[in-house]
T-cell receptor, first 114, second 115 residues
Framework: SQQGEEDPQALSIQEGENATMNCSYK?????LQWYRQNSGRGLVHLIL?????REKHSGRLRVTLDTSKKSSSLLITASRAADTASYFC??????????????FGSGTQLTVLP | EAGVAQSPRYKIIEKRQSVAFWCNPI?????LYWYQQILGQGPKLLIQ????????DSQLPKDRFSAERLKGVDSTLKIQPAKLEDSAVYLC?????????????FGPGTRLLVL
């Protein structure tokens, strides 16, 4: 299966601390994306990193990608209570056909305590 | 721009009944996706449309699930008959062209409970 796996499954931190979530996947990818899902809401795209990139920043988010280890990490700096959500990594691989499937991991539940 | 719209937001049915979900993607988006998200898991792609044609339905349980996207705009996903294990959130998403390096925009989902 192409599915990524996040680690840890759950993370609880104090407001202001940094949160790091990891994602591992199994086969070659075209890009890797991180999404956030608040309770009862749909998914929101956070950041995309291509297979030829090693690091990317967006505001308080920092994503790294190590294709040799087939892993990625998402760092949220100076966390806020509003960052409480589930975070999913999703991998995209280009098949020989035209399908380009986004395959999600099982997610990390982040709780930021005020 | 308006986001992806889905209805209903919640649905409770008994097993063996039928149910249908509706999705209206972002205007101009050629690609539409239906995902199933079981509690505690990540979303799983059920079907992907490019305009009104099916690109990938390899994970759609075709004996009970069907989907259509008439005229290449809005879409319906149907389950007939429903089973207990179909209880999940059904998410619809859309993207401009279906290329792998673009963002998918998700709707709020329809939460289905099968009793």
């Amino acid at each position: 299966s192409q599915q990524g796996e996040e680690d840890p499954q759950a993370l609880s931190i104090q407001e202001g601390e940094n949160a790091t979530m990891n994602c591992s996947y199994k086969t070659s990818i075209n890009n890797l994306q991180w999404y956030r899902q608040n309770s009862g809401r749909g998914l929101v795209h956070l950041i995309l990193i291509r297979s030829n990139e090693r690091e990317k920043h967006s505001g308080r988010l920092r994503v790294t990608l190590d294709t040799s280890k087939k892993s990625s990490s998402l760092l949220i700096t100076a966390s806020r209570a509003a960052d409480t959500a589930s975070y999913f990594c999703a991998t995209v691989y280009i098949s020989s056909g035209s399908a380009r499937q986004l395959t999600f991991g099982s997610g990390t539940q982040l709780t930021v305590l005020p | 721009e308006a986001g992806v719209a889905q209805s209903p937001r919640y649905k409770i049915i008994e097993k063996r009944q039928s149910v249908a979900f509706w999705c209206n993607p972002i205007s101009g988006h050629a690609t539409l996706y239906w995902y199933q998200q079981i509690l505690g898991q990540g979303p799983k792609l059920l079907i992907q449309f490019q305009n009104n044609g099916v690109v990938d339905d390899s994970q759609l349980p075709k004996d009970r699930f069907s989907a259509e996207r008439l005229k290449g705009v809005d879409s319906t996903l149907k389950i007939q008959p429903a089973k207990l294990e179909d209880s999940a959130v059904y998410l619809c998403a859309s993207s401009r062209s279906g290329q792998g390096q673009e963002t998918q925009y998700f709707g709020p989902g329809t939460r289905l409970l099968v009793l």
